[in-house]
């Protein structure tokens, strides 16, 4: 294959180009004597791609990270680079290199507020499930792939998507799936809405926590995240939503003391309903105040439940969101 041109060009240039932004994970990353850590910048990891369809490329180094090791604040840097991309209309798409570890945080951050846009310009995430010093590094071809998604034509309008693995997935309802497998995703449907989520003004990201639940829980759980300052709360339940009647009890205290709190599970597929009682279903997390996340796995309902608290959004905005996020065929 041949290398994908790489150009980096001055603002005053309007030529049609993609826009390549590198957040270091695996794709980057090469074996030291403290294990695997980010090495490579966009230069390097351009001249392992092709496919680009001979648009020119533009290359911006915004960080080196593991994707495991950032913060929010990293995140929502990383969607001000794609939008602020975006905002060049000679920009026919954005690539962005990023670790596997939370690509389905980010991918859905991101298509919620390019899902606002007038912009239809792809964006495109790629990754690696090996180091580039590996004996058979996936990285060059996925960004390969990621490049020709880019400059695709029948990607225009589809929002955020995931390259990798020779399969490309929508953000929303993205989930990882395998630690070594090249097809490290699925998604919960591939057909979900796309409800978009105001930018916030100014101001730190709220923060949001998300919880395990299992057989034993100790409600000291809930209970420590209340008395934390947290502004939100995302419930990995058990089966379509359901916990100990004593989270139940610590999920009322937090709702009425105005915690957002939204019931997700730790089940890939499927629909999430509330269908049981008994004191601690998911329709008694109803009962107690709490909203359920009918296809958001937990990552991503966190996710959405903090971009939505840091636009301001009440619980009537949020049950809405949440609610026109399930399937649209």
Avoid at 263 to 288: F, I, M, N, Q
């Amino acid at each position: 294959m041949r290398p994908a041109t790489l150009l980096r060009m001055p603002s005053t240039d309007r030529a049609e180009h993609l826009v390549v932004i590198t957040t270091g994970g695996t794709v980057a990353t090469r074996q030291t004597s403290k294990g695997a850590v980010p090495r490579l910048g966009g230069a390097e990891l351009m001249t392992r791609a092709a496919g680009n369809g001979d648009l020119p490329l533009r290359v911006v180094d915004l960080m080196s990270k593991d994707s495991s090791a950032m913060s929010v604040d990293d995140q929502f840097r990383i969607a001000e680079a794609v939008l602020t991309a975006l905002t060049d209309e000679s920009v026919r798409g954005v690539v962005v290199t990023h670790g596997t570890d939370t690509m389905e945080e980010i991918t859905f951050l991101v298509d919620l507020y390019l899902a606002g846009l007038d912009s239809p310009s792809p964006v495109i995430f790629t990754g690696a499930q090996f180091t580039d010093d590996a004996p058979e590094p996936d990285g060059p071809a996925n960004l390969s792939a990621a490049l020709s998604c880019a400059a695709d034509p029948s990607a225009r309008g589809r929002g955020v998507l995931v390259a990798m693995g020779g399969t490309v997935w929508p953000a929303r309802g993205l989930f990882k799936i395998s630690t070594t497998d090249v097809r490290a995703f699925d998604v919960v449907h591939p057909g979900l809405g796309r409800p978009s989520v105001p930018r916030p003004a100014s101001g730190a990201a709220s923060r949001v926590d998300l919880l395990s639940l299992y057989p034993g829980v100790s409600p000291a759980l809930v209970a420590g995240a209340l008395g934390s300052g947290v502004a939100g709360i995302v419930l990995s339940a058990n089966g379509s939503g359901n916990t100990h009647p004593d989270i139940t009890a610590q999920v009322a205290q937090a709702t009425a003391a105005g915690l957002a709190v939204v019931v997700s599970t730790r089940v890939p597929y499927g629909e999430v309903t509330a269908t049981y009682g008994g004191g601690g279903g998911a329709v008694d997390l109803v009962d107690a105040g709490a909203l359920v996340s009918s296809w958001l796995r937990a990552p991503q309902a966190r996710m959405a439940l903090v971009a939505l608290l840091s636009a301001g959004a009440d619980h009537a905005e949020i049950a809405t969101f949440f609610a026109a996020s399930g399937p649209t065929d």
